[in-house]
């Protein structure tokens, strides 16, 4: 690579600025921040409401590309695999023909656009970087959204070939980095990088802030999910723990967000007569402290089995905010031993509703000191999970591998 240019930095993933999906948002805070010593392109799709988004622009010093894909609502697995196959297959075409990169980089968001990064990166000669946000096919399989033994076979064997081929692999924590190497990828070849919050912009604001007193939240106990409501999250058990906390007048529990299983969720909370809960769609970037900063605590929900396949990446945000957290998911996932090591919160088992209403009744009653694990929750993420430490990491090992 000559010296007189920067790196060329290509990025492959459906999701991108200005998506509210986790991973856009993750990439989109990456890669305008590696813009500054890189030449970056990043290759994504046609989100779904933003179909008149212009298909080539620059924002923030990134070059954008979006291939055409259909952009179907989510919630129905078969609209998923349309928007998975094209923009897959667009991506491949239009990876293979463009301009030749130092280093290609890509999540796994969809789980297999991986192999199409290493076809392009094999193409060009280039090193490939693979951040494994989740570990497929196995996090479909525990949620039982995945049943065909052919299929789940194939996938095996395209996540086997990226894992054992890619340059260096990103696992976003300690239990997932075991969990690839399980499935085979090179132990020399694994690094671990956890998932950030930019903490200058999310900051812990009043619990009587504006965006509070305008939805009613202010006089309220709130207990808050913000993020995905999808089929990892356990969101029934939220649900259901309204049922064993009727008496609590000034309980408040808020599910705020979209995703697959919303419509599912609030006809259960209809079914079950739980007024406390509450739903609410997705708030602006520019609101999130306020409507973080709303909650007197949060939860952070994982289903059964998924430790180390899934990192739920909301924590960062909550602790950024100085909110307390309750999680409710197995001991071993990487979100219930960061609360327990920094006692920023309290664990419980998934799928207990009434433990999770016990631990919601004792915050409530006072039980626990909520501000000071607030305060250890933003001491903490300021040191291990800002931005600039992550960008940081991912500027070293990319930089090395441009060479």
Not at 125 to 154: G, T, W
Not at 216 to 222: H, N, T, Y
Not at 347 to 361: D, F, K, S, T, Y
């Amino acid at each position: 690579m000559p010296e007189t240019r920067k790196p060329r930095l290509l990025v492959l993933n459906q999701y991108y600025w200005p998506g509210v999906e986790a991973t856009a948002q993750l990439l989109t805070e990456l890669c305008e921040a590696l813009a500054e010593e890189c030449e970056v392109k990043v290759v994504t799709g046609v989100l779904h409401g933003h179909e008149d988004e212009p298909r080539r622009l620059v924002h923030n010093g990134v070059e954008i590309v979006r291939v055409p894909s259909t952009s179907y609502e989510r919630s129905k697995i078969f609209a998923r695999a349309a928007n998975y196959v094209s923009y897959l297959t667009n991506a491949l075409r239009y990876g293979l023909r463009g301009e030749r990169p130092d280093v290609v980089l890509c999540m796994t968001d969809p789980p297999i656009v991986a192999d199409v990064a290493l076809l392009v990166a094999r193409r060009f000669r280039a090193p490939l970087v693979v951040i494994s946000q989740d570990v497929f096919p196995e996090i479909a399989v525990q949620l039982k959204r995945l049943e065909n033994p052919a299929l789940m076979s194939l996938l095996r064997v395209l996540v086997r070939i990226y894992l054992r081929r890619a340059d260096r692999l990103v696992a976003i924590g300690e239990t997932m980095r075991r969990r690839l190497e399980e499935k085979g990828a090179p132990p020399d070849r694994v690094r671990v990088i956890p998932n950030w919050v930019d903490t200058t912009r999310l900051t812990p604001q009043e619990k009587n802030n504006a965006w509070a007193r305008e939805t009613g939240f202010a006089e309220k106990f709130v207990v808050m999910h913000s993020g995905n409501v999808g089929h990892a999250q356990d969101l029934d058990s939220l649900v259901r723990s309204a049922t064993f906390l009727r008496d609590l007048d000034d309980l408040l529990i808020a599910i705020i967000g979209t995703g697959a299983r919303h419509a599912e969720l609030v006809s259960l909370a209809e079914l079950l007569e739980v007024e406390q809960v509450k739903f609410r769609y997705y708030e602006p970037r520019h609101l999130l402290a306020q409507s973080l900063s709303a909650a007197d605590v949060h939860v952070v929900g994982l289903a059964p089995g998924l430790a180390g396949y899934v990192v739920p990446s909301r924590l960062y945000g909550i602790l950024a905010v100085a909110r307390p957290v309750i999680v409710a998911a197995d001991a071993e996932s990487e979100t219930a031993q960061v609360v327990q090591e920094v006692d920023c919160g309290v664990v419980v088992p998934p799928r207990r509703p009434e433990l999770l209403a016990r631990a919601i009744r004792d915050a409530h009653d006072g039980k626990y000191d909520l501000e000071r694990m607030g305060r250890l929750g933003r001491e903490w993420v300021m040191a291990e999970g800002d931005r600039n430490v992550a960008v940081g990491r991912y500027r070293e090992l990319l930089l090395e591998l441009a060479q």
